[in-house]
């Protein structure tokens, strides 16, 4: 195996490990918290407003120019792939934070933001802990 195929198993690894970390939380929060189960598709993007819907796009917006940007500083500057970890740090951060708000103020279960915020949580502390260990280079 070289140490191309080494990556993607790493990022397989800690893709499974983040999926099973947000799977239990989930359950724990649903369990202590009594929160129904959202009735929606996994890949489901409501918005609760028109205001919530600009807001959504525009963070999407930004956050494609500036994974172009960065990909740009990845291949043809030479950066390291940590690059794309921040900007994905900053867009995750960015996106949880608005989403929960936007639960906790109009969702008809105002308790689905404590899953919003584990969720992004769990995926910021795994990109934290990629970016300190180097586990992707």
């Given at each position: 195996?070289?140490?191309?195929?080494?990556?993607?198993?790493?990022?397989?690894?800690?893709?499974?490990?983040?999926?099973?970390?947000?799977?239990?939380?989930?359950?724990?929060?649903?369990?202590?918290?009594?929160?129904?189960?959202?009735?929606?598709?996994?890949?489901?993007?409501?918005h609760?407003?028109?205001?919530?819907?600009?807001?959504?796009?525009?963070?999407?917006?930004?956050?494609?120019?500036?994974?172009?940007?960065?990909?740009?500083?990845?291949?043809?500057?030479?950066?390291?792939?940590?690059?794309?970890?921040?900007?994905?740090?900053?867009?995750?951060?960015?996106?949880?934070?608005?989403?929960?708000?936007?639960?906790?103020?109009?969702a008809?279960?105002?308790?689905?933001?404590?899953?919003?915020?584990?969720?992004?949580?769990?995926?910021?502390?795994?990109?934290?802990?990629?970016?300190?260990?180097?586990?992707?280079?």
């Amino acid at each position: 195996m070289g140490g191309g195929h080494l990556i993607w198993v790493n990022f397989a690894f800690i893709v499974l490990v983040v999926l099973v970390l947000n799977t239990f939380f989930k359950l724990l929060f649903r369990k202590s918290f009594n929160i129904e189960k959202e009735q929606g598709s996994f890949f489901s993007n409501k918005h609760f407003n028109e205001w919530h819907r600009k807001i959504d796009w525009g963070i999407r917006f930004t956050s494609f120019i500036a994974f172009i940007f960065t990909t740009n500083l990845i291949f043809i500057e030479g950066y390291s792939i940590n690059v794309l970890l921040i900007t994905s740090f900053c867009y995750i951060g960015i996106d949880y934070v608005v989403r929960a708000f936007f639960e906790r103020k109009f969702a008809r279960n105002t308790k689905q933001y404590i899953l919003t915020i584990s969720e992004g949580v769990i995926i910021m502390l795994a990109l934290l802990i990629v970016f300190k260990f180097d586990l992707l280079v």
